[in-house]
């Protein structure tokens, strides 16, 4: 299992190069999350959903992303508040302090889980989550600690050089843990190293010496990274190019599935500019992207709040073109109607009127693989559904997608506004670059998918150089 001092020092991506590198061994490896917080989720080939780190992580493992690798999903929907999904299916909505109570409940299913993955593999590489030093969860826990005791999981701790004091995050994760979870921790991996390792090697020789753990390795700074799909809405703003194509996205406060911008910031002649919430929406924009939502009345309001609902009529009036994705798309219907309150409290609202559709919020959720075509040349290309709500209105019969003989999505009389459910098109290296030729940008036959296979190859090679994998795997066995 790989535990971190803290959230956001690397864990996911070590376990993506940790899955290929052993990959590479002849090993079949599976990676496992029992419990993730992320509103950026992949469909599974079972049809559930989990977390869009592990379905990275299943693609550098080589196997099929499916809901038993990552069991608990919590997708937030406020400052206090999650969907549980539980298995790859919505299970319930509730408040961070009622979850403490609610765990104890899930570990039968985390269990199950894991031992189907178990059963299929040679290793298993178990990625926590937030910190075990959060003693305060320690009690029930089903992300770290308690989740290796019961499996029996030896543990390897991540430390973040980068943030700095990473001889205090490790040992001072020690000092906090009771002996039962200190003992259960084998070895400390040094995460995203910048410098000369000469004068780093007497901080390893002082860790060890204070922890009696083996030194696994340092892992210098992957800049590639920014090459593979984010899976928090806080590295977009590290994906942007320097191409004459602008492509603005306004920074929703509940943004989701957002791995729709990965390929669109790498390709060359495109800048994607994350617009946060204070700036307005550039005059200079050629397209406005308005993305998914895990809360769409909740962003609607949130849209207005910083004016750019002022912002994206004045583009539109400029000749600007807009997309909107998912909830993006039920965002610039007429209205949004949620009787029940699937979306927070029962309301009817009024929704930024660029498209002629009415959304009404459904309990049944949307949530498949499909292949769709581009009406425009007839491309064939996979995407996949992950909403709620149904959407109906004249504009829909200008869809500009089909999938299996259904007319998706909607766009404008004049076609400069455009909306559809559908996620992860832009990883279609034709349609992205028919889209947006057709918007006048620039393309150069840029390969996403392959870029993002040689990243991943890229990583297992920094992997082997730097960490001790043979001795990984005699901690495993």
């Known amino acids: 299992m790989i535990q971190g001092v803290g959230s956001n020092v690397g864990k996911s991506l070590l376990v993506a190069g940790l899955c290929r590198a052993f990959w590479r061994r002849g090993l079949t490896v599976s990676p496992f999350k029992p419990q993730n917080m992320s509103n950026n989720a992949a469909v599974t080939i079972d049809g559930g959903e989990i977390g869009r780190a592990q379905a990275l992580q299943a693609m550098a493992a080589k196997v099929e992303a499916h809901s038993d690798l990552n069991p608990v999903l919590l997708k937030p929907q406020s400052e206090v508040g999650a969907a549980v999904i539980l298995q790859g299916k919505y299970l319930d909505s509730v408040r961070a302090r009622d979850y403490a109570r609610f765990k104890p409940q899930l570990m039968t299913a985390i269990l199950d889980s894991f031992h189907r993955v178990e059963r299929a593999s040679d290793l298993v590489l178990i990625e926590g989550a937030g910190s075990p030093a959060e003693t305060n969860l320690r009690a029930g826990d089903i992300a770290n600690m308690g989740f290796a005791e019961a499996v029996n999981a030896p543990v390897l701790l991540v430390g973040d050089i980068d943030r700095g004091g990473v001889i205090a995050q490790l040992v001072g994760t020690r000092t906090v843990l009771a002996k039962p979870d200190r003992d259960r921790i084998k070895g400390f991996i040094i995460n ?110 949130f849209f207005r709040a910083e004016g750019w609902d002022i912002d994206l009529a004045a583009h539109i009036r400029r000749g600007g073109h807009v997309l909107g994705i998912c909830g993006g798309y039920q965002m610039l219907g007429r209205e949004v109607i949620d009787s029940d309150g699937l979306d927070g409290q029962p309301a009817r609202v009024d929704g930024l009127g660029h498209l002629d559709i009415v959304t009404r919020m459904t309990a049944e959720k949307s949530l498949a693989n499909v292949k769709a075509e581009y009406l425009q040349n007839g491309l064939v290309l996979d995407g996949y559904e992950i909403h709620i709500g149904t959407t109906t209105g004249p504009d829909c019969t200008r869809g500009w997608l089909s999938v299996n003989d259904r007319i998706e999505g909607a766009q404008s009389r004049d076609g400069r506004v455009q909306g559809s459910y559908l996620h992860g098109l832009f990883a279609s290296n034709r349609f992205r670059q028919a889209y947006l030729q057709a918007l006048g940008a620039e393309t150069s036959g840029f390969d996403y998918q392959r870029e993002v296979e040689t990243t991943l190859e890229a990583l297992a090679d920094t992997v082997e150089r730097n960490l001790d994998l043979d001795l990984v795997l005699r901690l495993a066995e």
């Open 192 to 301: 995203k190293f910048r410098g000369d390792l000469a004068i780093f090697s007497p901080a390893l020789d002082d860790i060890v010496s204070r922890t009696g753990w083996h030194a696994i390795g340092v892992m210098p700074w992957f800049g590639a990274a920014r090459k593979l799909p984010s899976e928090d809405a806080q590295d977009i703003r590290s994906k942007t190019g320097d191409g004459r194509f602008r492509i603005a996205v306004p920074r929703l406060s509940r943004i989701a599935n957002f791995d729709d911008l990965d390929p669109l910031s790498q390709e060359p002649g495109v800048t994607v500019e994350m617009i946060e919430p204070g700036d307005p929406l550039p005059a200079g924009a050629d397209l406005v992207l308005i993305p998914g939502t895990k809360s769409t009345i909740a962003d609607l309001a």
